[in-house]
């Protein structure tokens, strides 16, 4: 039973340039969210995506977007790269039909921008 | 928007020592999870506290859930080196299964022999 799983695990940027990270989630799951981890402190909300759409998000500017597939995997991108954007981003999934379910985390995309 | 903060920032014991760490928030919760991260990994679900006063356990681990539901608390009894990593609490503000989730500020434990 595979959990969830993130690509790249390490990505060096430049600032302006735009990345963009996958995550498929774990089996059976049909929600993911996606949160910044900067160093040293706790994970931050992005978005979550359920049946393909975006349900909540967190205070991030628009800069951040994200998809979700028929398949439930999900890419999160960011356009504009700051050197703030450097970070550990962290997707977890989840199963929105049986109410406030933990989260699964994958193991993350360390984003460097220089 | 909502804030959860939780204190200490970091706690260096021995072990064999007990270890507490609290999570305060500024709004009411629907409910709060506990998750621990080890150095370089991604956090882990430990539980979920949903009832105003509700105490769980798992093992040397305590969990509560304050009578106002702002407020948690994880306590450990005699800490073992594999205790070592940062515990977060993350609540819910709303009560729809979309509500989404607030991680506190984590409090890292190191625990040496």
């Known amino acids: 039973d595979a959990g969830v799983t993130q690509s790249p695990t390490h990505l060096i940027k430049t600032r302006g340039q735009q990345v963009t990270l996958r995550c498929s989630p774990k089996?059976?799951?049909?929600?993911v969210s996606w949160y910044q981890q900067a160093l040293g402190q706790g994970p931050q909300f992005i978005f979550q995506y359920y049946e393909e759409e975006e349900r909540q998000r967190g205070n991030f500017p628009d800069r951040f977007s994200g998809h979700q597939f028929p398949n439930y995997s999900s890419e999160l991108n960011v356009n504009a790269l700051l050197l703030g954007d450097s970070a550990l981003y962290l997707c977890?999934?989840?199963?929105?039909?049986?109410?406030?379910?933990?989260?699964?985390f994958g193991d993350g995309t360390r984003l460097s921008i220089l | 928007g909502q804030q959860v903060m939780q204190i200490p920032q970091y706690q260096h014991v021995q072990e064999g020592e007990d270890f507490t760490t609290y999570c305060n928030s500024s709004t009411t919760l629907s409910n709060i999870q506990w998750y621990k991260q080890r150095p370089g990994g991604h956090p882990v679900f430990l539980i979920q506290l949903v009832k105003s006063g509700e105490v769980k356990k798992q093992k040397r681990l305590t969990f509560q859930f304050g009578e106002a539901k702002k407020n948690s608390s994880l306590h450990i009894t005699a800490t073992q080196t594999t205790d070592v990593g940062t515990y977060f609490c993350?609540?819910?503000?709303?009560?729809?299964?979309?509500?989404?989730?607030?991680f506190g500020t984590g409090t890292r434990l190191q625990v040496t022999l």
């Open positions: 977890a999934s989840s199963l929105l039909g049986l109410g406030n379910q933990p989260q699964h």
């Open positions: 089996s059976g799951h049909d929600t």
């Open positions: 993350a609540g819910r503000a709303g009560t729809g299964t979309a509500s989404k989730l607030t």
